[in-house]
Protein backbone atom coordinates (compact mmCIF):
# COMPACT_ATOMS: atom_id res chain seq x y z
CA UNK A 1 0.00 0.00 0.00
CA UNK A 2 1.41 3.37 -0.68
CA UNK A 3 2.33 5.76 1.73
CA UNK A 4 0.23 9.01 2.19
CA UNK A 5 2.58 12.24 2.11
CA UNK A 6 1.72 14.93 4.36
CA UNK A 7 3.68 18.16 4.04
CA UNK A 8 4.12 18.64 8.13
CA UNK A 9 2.99 17.74 11.61
CA UNK A 10 2.75 18.59 15.33
CA UNK A 11 1.31 18.14 18.83
CA UNK A 12 0.83 20.49 21.22
CA UNK A 13 0.68 18.36 24.85
CA UNK A 14 -0.85 19.24 28.55
CA UNK A 15 -4.40 20.46 27.63
CA UNK A 16 -7.52 19.92 28.89
CA UNK A 17 -10.75 19.11 26.68
CA UNK A 18 -13.82 20.17 28.04
CA UNK A 19 -16.93 19.41 26.30
CA UNK A 20 -20.43 20.97 26.57
CA UNK A 21 -23.78 19.71 25.76
CA UNK A 22 -26.75 21.88 24.44
CA UNK A 23 -26.05 25.18 25.41
CA UNK A 24 -27.84 28.06 23.28
CA UNK A 25 -26.06 29.58 20.90
CA UNK A 26 -26.39 32.64 23.52
CA UNK A 27 -24.73 30.51 26.03
CA UNK A 28 -21.61 29.63 23.66
CA UNK A 29 -21.20 33.58 23.06
CA UNK A 30 -21.01 34.86 26.39
CA UNK A 31 -18.79 32.27 27.25
CA UNK A 32 -16.27 32.85 24.81
CA UNK A 33 -16.73 36.42 25.37
CA UNK A 34 -16.00 35.61 28.99
CA UNK A 35 -12.83 33.62 28.38
CA UNK A 36 -11.55 35.96 25.97
CA UNK A 37 -11.99 38.93 29.16
CA UNK A 38 -10.39 36.50 31.17
CA UNK A 39 -6.93 36.03 28.13
CA UNK A 40 -7.70 32.30 28.22
CA UNK A 41 -6.58 30.54 24.69
CA UNK A 42 -8.02 28.18 23.18
CA UNK A 43 -6.07 26.11 20.87
CA UNK A 44 -8.97 24.10 19.50
CA UNK A 45 -12.40 24.59 19.09
CA UNK A 46 -15.26 22.95 17.58
CA UNK A 47 -18.81 23.28 17.32
CA UNK A 48 -22.20 21.79 16.41
CA UNK A 49 -25.46 23.43 16.75
CA UNK A 50 -28.41 21.01 16.66
CA UNK A 51 -32.13 21.07 17.79
CA UNK A 52 -31.25 20.66 21.49
CA UNK A 53 -28.79 23.40 21.35
CA UNK A 54 -24.73 23.78 20.48
CA UNK A 55 -22.29 21.05 21.49
CA UNK A 56 -18.50 22.58 21.80
CA UNK A 57 -15.23 21.18 22.35
CA UNK A 58 -12.85 23.16 23.45
CA UNK A 59 -9.33 22.65 24.50
CA UNK A 60 -6.75 24.77 26.76
CA UNK A 61 -4.02 24.99 28.35
CA UNK A 62 -4.29 22.68 32.02
CA UNK A 63 -3.19 26.03 33.99
CA UNK A 64 -6.32 27.55 32.61
CA UNK A 65 -8.32 24.64 33.07
CA UNK A 66 -9.96 26.00 36.63
CA UNK A 67 -10.47 29.53 35.73
CA UNK A 68 -12.29 28.65 32.24
CA UNK A 69 -14.61 25.65 34.09
CA UNK A 70 -15.43 28.58 36.98
CA UNK A 71 -16.76 30.62 34.25
CA UNK A 72 -18.33 28.04 32.91
CA UNK A 73 -19.76 26.51 35.84
CA UNK A 74 -21.19 30.16 36.84
CA UNK A 75 -22.88 30.64 33.13
CA UNK A 76 -24.39 27.31 33.37
CA UNK A 77 -25.56 27.64 36.98
CA UNK A 78 -26.95 30.98 36.47
CA UNK A 79 -28.71 29.86 33.08
CA UNK A 80 -29.33 26.08 34.21
CA UNK A 81 -27.25 24.64 31.30
CA UNK A 82 -25.45 21.58 32.12
CA UNK A 83 -22.06 21.64 33.68
CA UNK A 84 -18.91 21.11 30.96
CA UNK A 85 -16.87 17.82 31.27
CA UNK A 86 -13.56 17.52 31.33
CA UNK A 87 -10.99 15.06 30.60
CA UNK A 88 -7.07 15.61 31.11
CA UNK A 89 -4.45 15.32 29.67
CA UNK A 90 -5.03 15.70 26.12
CA UNK A 91 -2.72 16.38 23.28
CA UNK A 92 -4.14 17.98 19.68
CA UNK A 93 -1.95 16.60 17.00
CA UNK A 94 -1.92 18.43 13.77
CA UNK A 95 -1.48 17.22 10.27
CA UNK A 96 -0.59 19.46 7.27
CA UNK A 97 -1.92 17.85 4.51
CA UNK A 98 -0.74 17.27 0.98
CA UNK A 99 -3.88 18.58 -1.22
CA UNK A 100 -5.37 15.09 -0.34
CA UNK A 101 -8.91 15.86 0.21
CA UNK A 102 -10.77 13.74 2.38
CA UNK A 103 -8.62 11.03 2.01
CA UNK A 104 -6.17 12.55 4.76
CA UNK A 105 -9.28 12.39 7.73
CA UNK A 106 -10.67 9.39 6.69
CA UNK A 107 -7.59 7.77 6.49
CA UNK A 108 -6.12 8.93 9.54
CA UNK A 109 -9.22 7.50 11.66
CA UNK A 110 -9.31 4.34 9.82
CA UNK A 111 -5.90 4.02 11.27
CA UNK A 112 -6.56 4.91 14.25
CA UNK A 113 -9.66 3.03 14.68
CA UNK A 114 -7.92 0.06 13.81
CA UNK A 115 -5.23 0.27 16.31
CA UNK A 116 -8.44 1.01 19.05
CA UNK A 117 -7.64 4.22 19.28
CA UNK A 118 -10.68 6.55 19.42
CA UNK A 119 -10.01 10.59 18.84
CA UNK A 120 -11.98 12.71 21.33
CA UNK A 121 -12.42 15.43 18.86
CA UNK A 122 -11.32 15.77 14.85
CA UNK A 123 -11.14 19.48 12.92
CA UNK A 124 -10.37 19.77 9.43
CA UNK A 125 -10.00 22.28 6.85
CA UNK A 126 -8.31 22.59 3.77
CA UNK A 127 -5.10 23.70 5.50
CA UNK A 128 -4.93 20.78 8.46
CA UNK A 129 -6.57 18.30 10.34
CA UNK A 130 -6.53 18.43 14.11
CA UNK A 131 -7.22 15.11 16.57
CA UNK A 132 -7.54 15.92 20.09
CA UNK A 133 -6.49 12.14 21.70
CA UNK A 134 -5.62 11.67 25.57
CA UNK A 135 -2.10 12.12 25.97
CA UNK A 136 -1.12 8.51 26.83
CA UNK A 137 -2.33 7.33 23.65
CA UNK A 138 0.62 9.44 21.56
CA UNK A 139 3.00 6.69 20.89
CA UNK A 140 0.65 4.24 19.79
CA UNK A 141 -1.27 6.98 17.31
CA UNK A 142 2.09 7.67 16.02
CA UNK A 143 2.97 3.65 15.46
CA UNK A 144 -0.64 3.55 14.11
CA UNK A 145 -0.30 6.47 11.45
CA UNK A 146 2.81 5.86 10.22
CA UNK A 147 1.56 2.67 8.87
CA UNK A 148 -0.26 4.61 6.42
CA UNK A 149 1.50 7.74 6.14
CA UNK A 150 4.67 9.48 5.44
CA UNK A 151 6.07 10.97 8.25
CA UNK A 152 9.17 12.65 9.21
CA UNK A 153 12.01 10.57 10.49
CA UNK A 154 12.03 10.10 14.20
CA UNK A 155 9.10 9.11 15.44
CA UNK A 156 7.13 11.94 17.46
CA UNK A 157 5.77 15.05 15.84
CA UNK A 158 7.53 17.99 17.20
CA UNK A 159 6.03 19.98 19.87
CA UNK A 160 4.57 22.88 19.62
CA UNK A 161 6.42 25.41 22.31
CA UNK A 162 5.00 28.58 21.44
CA UNK A 163 2.01 29.28 23.41
CA UNK A 164 0.32 33.18 22.34
CA UNK A 165 -0.20 35.39 25.67
CA UNK A 166 -3.09 37.82 24.98
CA UNK A 167 -2.11 41.53 26.31
CA UNK A 168 -3.90 42.83 29.05
CA UNK A 169 -5.02 45.82 27.47
CA UNK A 170 -8.04 46.15 24.43
CA UNK A 171 -7.08 46.94 21.30
CA UNK A 172 -9.31 50.05 20.15
CA UNK A 173 -12.10 49.95 17.32
Known amino acids: MTHLR ?10 SLLAFKDWPWSGVNSLLRALAQAHIN ?7 GG ?8 C ?15 LAKEEGWPVPQV ?6 LTFYPLAG ?6 EALACLTGAGLRPLAVGTSLAAMTLILPEK ?3 AAVR ?3 RRFDLPPGGLPPEERVSVVQSPTPRES
Not at 42 to 48: A, R, S, V
Not at 51 to 58: D, P, Q, S
Not at 101 to 106: H, N, Q, S, V
Open 137 to 139: MLP
Open 42 to 48: LPFLLMQ
Open 6 to 15: ITGWKHRRDL
Open 144 to 146: ALG
Open 101 to 106: GMTLPA
Open 51 to 58: GGGVRIRL
Open 60 to 74: LERGQRLRAEALAGD
Open 87 to 92: TEPVIA
